[in-house]
């Protein structure tokens, strides 16, 4: 009499199907993993080792169709969105042929062919050099960002580095990148590679946007070098992205009163409208910066507002009829205050209503901008504290819209006050000061003054929003500065290929900081250029 088996009994069949599920759910797993890994890069992706050019070759052109594709999809994608947002204003016999244009248009395919040149001539070249100029271990000239002294080696612990001595901690892979660029290229490697690719890719643009792609490049180069070079030397200037706030804002404003036309007509539309004076009135101003007239037309409009009180009628009643008369005296060289706060007459009582208004505007721009981003892109983070994440996005998003309107209302007080300087400074006879002292409180220049005043701010915003909003506008300031130069014969007409030295000197600045001292990059730069072209 036989026992029966205590374990369950699996008949041959049905163990083998159980086992070849499991091998074909394991084979899909990493099928679905290996399709993941050619759109999203792993972390911690080792550099690929080149012996030759043909692999070189082969290593550039896998990762310019990578991001070809990847660069298409993303516009693409976007254009999409903004098509799907006009579709109600479409009639509809044309929207299909909207949505094939926004995936199928030409700028999904001009992104797309500037990325994909870019990673294939940058990998190419970067990995040629040291096979066509090898060099030496450790023969790389000296280098202002670089310590001839650093090893590469797994730092201590934090507790045994003093708090002004500690570096970055590198994981194994990023490690061994830098062992991988220390004993196989030289600095100069990178910036050659990044110059050449950065140069060609951006021609496949349209020009329009060279110049804003350029700009960007050029400044997180910037960013980047003066990182390296002050973690190099020990050198910290405190609140530096508070002083370049303040110069660039200097000049932005001295260009929308004085040079306009050195600002994108987009840029001076939004500041014009942040500003809540009457168009009119800034136009007056412009012309009377450029000119000493007005046009009679801009008067007229402000006299036409419904918000205009008598007082400041009479005052532009009486402007307008000395302008129309022959000959034209048109006063000042500034309009009067009842124009640019036709509303109230005393200018005391402008600031502090201009602050309300200017911060309940930007509180729905600013809103956005700090509560989209955390929760599409920190969503786990935000449904595990949901109160916590809001409470702090709240606040940033209060301490946005009142730096806004804090620049706002400093301004306007600084541009009604200088007026009453002036004509207090003119009439006293206490002290006897220099003429051109007190008439620079009537001059251009005294409008990028009050954009200095205002640009400071910056310091009622949060301190790691104060680079970011530096680095925004540090491009604007510095076009706007290189094209009033230029049109004082100070610097040199770049011609057509001004964008392309722009985008080739910023990519090399990029470049050699994104190779060699990547932490000296922005998190944002740095994710991006890892997922585009990995190590090498």
Not at 11 to 29: D, G, T, W
Not at 156 to 184: G, I, N, Y
Not at 426 to 449: E, H, M, N, R
Not at 524 to 533: D, G, K, N, P, T
Request: proline share 7%.
């Amino acid at each position: 009499m036989s026992r029966t088996p205590s374990y369950i009994q699996l008949a041959p069949r049905r163990a083998m199907a159980s086992f070849e599920n499991l091998v074909a759910l394991a084979n899909h797993q990493e099928r679905l993993r290996e399709a993941r890994r050619i759109v999203w890069r792993e972390r911690g992706e080792p550099a690929v080792e080149l012996e030759d050019l043909w692999e070189c070759m082969e290593h550039a052109g896998r990762g310019g169709l990578r991001a070809a594709a990847i660069a298409f999809a993303l516009r693409a994608s976007v254009n999409l969105v903004l098509a799907t947002i006009r579709m109600g204003k479409v009639p509809k016999n044309m929207r299909l042929s909207l949505i094939q244009h926004a995936i199928f248009g030409k700028d999904s395919f001009r992104f797309a062919a500037m990325l994909g040149s870019f990673v294939t001539v940058y990998k190419a070249t970067l990995n040629a050099l040291p096979i066509l100029l090898p060099a030496n271990e450790r023969a790389s000239s000296p280098s202002p960002f670089e310590d001839e002294n650093e090893d590469i080696e797994v730092p201590p612990t934090p507790f045994e580095v003093p708090l002004s001595d500690r570096q970055p901690r590198l994981s194994l892979s990023a490690q061994a990148h830098q062992v991988w660029v220390r004993k196989k290229t030289r600095r100069w490697y990178s910036m050659f590679a990044g110059a050449l690719a950065g140069g060609l890719a951006v021609m496949f643009e349209k020009r329009s946007r060279r110049v804003v792609i350029a700009q960007q490049l050029f400044v997180r180069g910037l960013q980047g070098s003066y990182n390296a070079f002050t973690s190099k030397h020990g050198f910290h200037l405190p609140n530096g992205e508070v002083l370049m706030f303040c110069l660039c804002c200097t000049q932005i404003v001295y260009a929308l009163f004085a040079r306009p036309d050195t600002l994108p007509r987009s840029y001076t539309t939004w500041l014009t409208t942040a500003s809540g004076a009457p168009p009119s009135a800034m136009k007056m101003v412009q012309d009377m910066n450029r000119t000493g007239t007005f046009d009679i037309q801009d008067i007229n409009k402000i006299l036409d507002r419904e918000d205009l009180i008598p007082v400041n009628q009479a005052t532009l009643l009486a402007r307008r009829a000395l302008a129309t008369n022959s000959p034209p005296d048109f006063g000042p060289p500034y309009p009067p205050c009842s124009a640019v706060h036709p509303w109230v007459e005393s200018c005391t009582h402008v600031p502090l209503p201009r602050f309300f208004t200017v911060f309940k505007w930007a509180f729905p721009i600013y809103g956005a901008l700090h509560f989209v981003p955390m929760i599409l892109f920190k969503r786990h983070a935000f449904f595990k504290n949901p109160l916590q994440k809001l409470g702090r996005a709240g606040w940033a998003t209060i301490r946005s819209s009142a730096f806004l309107a804090t620049f706002i209302a400093t301004f306007q007080t600084w541009f009604c006050f200088k007026h009453y300087l002036h004509r207090t400074l003119s009439s006293q006879t206490l002290v006897k000061l220099p003429q051109k002292f007190i008439d620079f409180f009537l001059s251009k220049y005294s409008y990028g003054l009050g954009g200095l005043f205002g640009a400071l701010s910056l310091l009622v915003e949060e301190k790691r929003r104060r680079g970011e909003l530096a680095m925004y506008v540090l491009p604007k300031g510095m076009e706007s500065a290189w094209l009033t130069a230029r049109g004082k014969g100070w610097v040199f007409h770049t011609g057509q290929f001004g964008e392309m030295i722009l985008a080739a000197v910023g990519m090399s600045m990029v470049m050699s900081i994104y190779q060699n001292d990547p932490h000296h990059l922005s998190g944002l730069v740095r994710r991006i250029l890892y997922q585009f072209i990995g190590p090498n």
